[in-house]
């Protein structure tokens, strides 16, 4: 099965409309500006959006706001593109734990979904969610028509979701949320990385094929199937805010795991919006706010899905109107006040802006030498000030102010490991690294399934 044709992407990072992605041979380009894209007699539509990450912040800065102006936008493009069905694929919230408030924007969301319309939605839990937290309300919710999947059923038929019902299915979802090591592999003492990856990658691959043979059924009865995953798909571009799901990458598979009975992938975890692998039905729709400062030139989206007649025919991006936008300013402190001015913005919030100053002047506290640049412009706010030099803050060792600061605000255990072992390993032998290594990567991975599942057993060497 052929994807449907990729069209040019949006030309301006500040548009707040529908920018056409792909096309059916039959639709024109959309024009600019709010007007619904309409959909074809018969045709059964599809909203995928993903890493909504609620109870995020930024630095020690709520983005309460920005997600309830997203959840706004997504409510009124669900009912003006009269959407049949939601699906969010994975990290509905920030942490297993989430602030009450995050998760009283859920339940607002979905109460408002509800009073919408016949709207279903398909939510699946992220490598950030904790399934349990999510599943909780799980029988409510799908008296509802919301199917909430925090962990993988024991059989494969369970993982389907036939959309608006199993009598009359218009498409059938094979929801897999973010797949465990325990769903994928049985750990043994003593494997080696190489060993590890091939286990994970292997686990992912059978976990699809089985999902494939399970709703096989369907698609011989001309039923199209869309598949949800949270995973990495080798060659995707990631950016600073994504965390780890297996520990080094080790999970990373290439977009030929996903069996061809799967009309659309629908995926999450990588918060850059883009075709995986250069398969157009193999996608990420990227998280809908920007949630480092990597991403501040990236526009963000949902994707919009018609299936007829048994298969996918149209795809759309809708770009999401940033509320907020981040900038990052860099240059020598007698620069930087033309430089910010330049970066001022008029969206509905103030813009953060990150400051990175080269060659800083002396001065007990760096944030405060910038602060009065930023405070004549009302469309800025300072959240981040810090030291650069020519090579930036990976350019020397970790010590000194410019490694302290890269220290501080790596979101990257691993790396900072790497770089300590560079530094103050040079007496150890090769197996002796190797060693620390594994055993570090043994940790984090206990680590990570201690966050999701309290009760999951230490590790043993």
Not at 38 to 48: M, S
Not at 355 to 371: G, K, Q, R, S
Not at 437 to 443: K, Q, S, V, Y
Request: overall charge negative; proline content about 8%; hydrophobic content about 45%.
């Amino acid at each position: 099965m052929s994807d449907p044709l990729e069209a040019a992407p949006p030309s301006n990072a500040e548009a707040h409309a529908f920018v056409t992605a792909t096309l059916p041979a039959t639709a024109e380009p959309l024009a600019s500006g709010w007007s619904p894209l309409a959909k074809p007699v018969g045709a059964f539509r599809v909203l995928h959006t993903a890493d909504w990450h609620l109870g995020k912040c930024l630095l020690t800065r709520s983005r309460t706001d920005e997600h309830a102006r997203f959840l706004a936008f997504l409510l009124q493009a669900i009912r003006e593109n009269q959407v049949d069905a939601l699906v969010v694929a994975g990290d509905v919230f920030d942490s297993p734990n989430p602030p009450q408030a995050a998760v009283k924007q859920y339940y607002d969301f979905l109460s408002s979904l509800r009073g919408a319309g016949a709207c279903a939605a398909v939510i699946v839990a992220g490598n950030h969610d904790s399934p349990g937290h999510l599943e909780a309300p799980r029988e409510v919710l799908r008296s509802l028509s919301f199917h909430v999947i925090g962990t993988l059923a024991a059989q494969p038929a369970d993982w389907l979701v036939p959309l608006p019902g199993p009598a009359a299915p218009r498409l059938v979802v094979a929801a897999l949320p973010f797949l465990r090591d325990a769903d994928l592999r049985v750990g043994l003492s003593g494997q080696s990385v190489e060993e590890i990856r091939c286990a994970l990658v292997a686990g992912i691959a059978r976990r699809y094929q089985e999902a494939a043979q399970a709703a096989g059924e369907w698609r011989a009865r001309g039923v199209p199937v869309l598949a949800t995953g949270h995973l990495t798909v080798v060659g995707a571009t990631g950016s600073e805010s994504e965390r780890e799901i297996h520990i080094g990458g080790l999970g990373a598979v290439g977009a030929d795991c996903f069996p061809e009975v799967f009309d659309y992938v629908a995926l999450g975890h990588l918060h850059r919006p883009q075709a995986a692998g250069g398969k157009g039905r193999v996608r990420y729709a990227g998280s809908p706010l920007a949630l480092s400062f990597s991403e501040a030139d990236d526009v963000k989206e949902v994707r919009l899905l018609d299936f007829e007649g048994g298969a996918l025919t149209g795809q759309w991006s809708l770009c999401v109107p940033p509320a907020r936008r981040l900038t990052r300013v860099r240059g020598r402190h007698e620069e930087l006040a033309e430089k910010l001015a330049a970066a001022a913005s008029e969206n509905a919030l103030p813009c953060w802006v990150e400051v990175t100053v080269e060659a800083p002047p002396p001065c007990d506290n760096l944030f405060d030498l910038i602060l009065p640049l930023v405070a004549p412009h009302g469309g800025l706010e300072l959240i981040r000030a810090r030291p650069g030099g020519a090579g930036g803050p990976a350019a020397g060792g970790l010590g000194g102010e410019d490694g302290e600061d890269w220290l501080t605000h790596l979101d990257d255990p691993a790396a900072v490991f790497a770089r300590r072992l560079e530094a103050d390993g040079s007496g150890l032998s090769p197996d002796d690294r190797a060693a620390l290594t594994d055993a570090f990567r043994e940790l984090r991975e206990f680590h990570a399934e201690r966050r999701r599942s309290p009760d999951a057993a230490a590790p043993t060497r």
